[in-house]
């Protein structure tokens, strides 16, 4: 049946219809980004990697989430598993390239992941950077 109806839909609109109908009420990516950090990284390391990211010019805001802060920004599915990490959430300058600026996150000694943050409707910078 839902095959059937998806057929007749995409029949009705065309497959021009059906991608813009897909753009409208697919989710648009975060701009905030979440840097996961290894549990295993030492307190100079992290230290280094905030450094790196408050001085980007892509970075508009840079906030250290703890270990227990961290799962409210990701309700529901935890992407990291079941480490306990710390992260660094990083709101993005607008017209950044996320994709980009993620590769090349990845590659930085002492990160785990790097990923978008699920939640939106939660601001970070209101203390400041940390």
Same mark, same amino acid.
């Given at each position: 049946?839902?095959?059937?109806? #998806?057929?007749?839909?995409?029949?009705?609109?065309?497959?021009?219809?059906?991608?813009?109908?897909? #753009?409208?009420?697919?989710? #648009?990516?975060?701009?905030?980004?979440?840097?996961?950090?290894?549990?295993?990284?030492?307190?100079?390391?992290?230290?280094?990697?905030?450094?790196?990211?408050?001085?980007?010019?892509?970075?508009?805001?840079?906030?250290?989430?703890?270990?227990?802060?961290?799962?409210?920004?990701?309700?529901?599915?935890?992407?990291?598993?079941?480490?306990?990490?710390?992260?660094?959430?990083?709101?993005?300058?607008?017209?950044?390239?996320?994709?980009?600026?993620?590769?090349?996150?990845?590659?930085?000694?002492?990160?785990?992941?790097?990923?978008?943050?699920?939640?939106?409707?939660?601001?970070?910078?209101?203390?400041?950077?940390?």
């Amino acid at each position: 049946m839902i095959i059937l109806v #998806a057929c007749l839909g995409v029949s009705l609109v065309g497959v021009g219809g059906y991608l813009v109908i897909r #753009a409208v009420i697919k989710p #648009a990516a975060s701009d905030v980004t979440a840097v996961i950090l290894q549990p295993t990284a030492t307190k100079p390391t992290k230290d280094a990697i905030m450094q790196r990211l408050v001085s980007m010019p892509q970075a508009d805001t840079v906030y250290y989430a703890s270990p227990d802060e961290l799962p409210e920004w990701f309700p529901g599915s935890h992407p990291w598993g079941a480490i306990h990490p710390d992260a660094y959430l990083v709101k993005l300058r607008p017209g950044i390239d996320p994709d980009t600026l993620q590769a090349s996150l990845r590659t930085w000694p002492g990160v785990y992941m790097v990923t978008y943050v699920t939640v939106t409707d939660l601001t970070i910078g209101t203390g400041g950077t940390e």
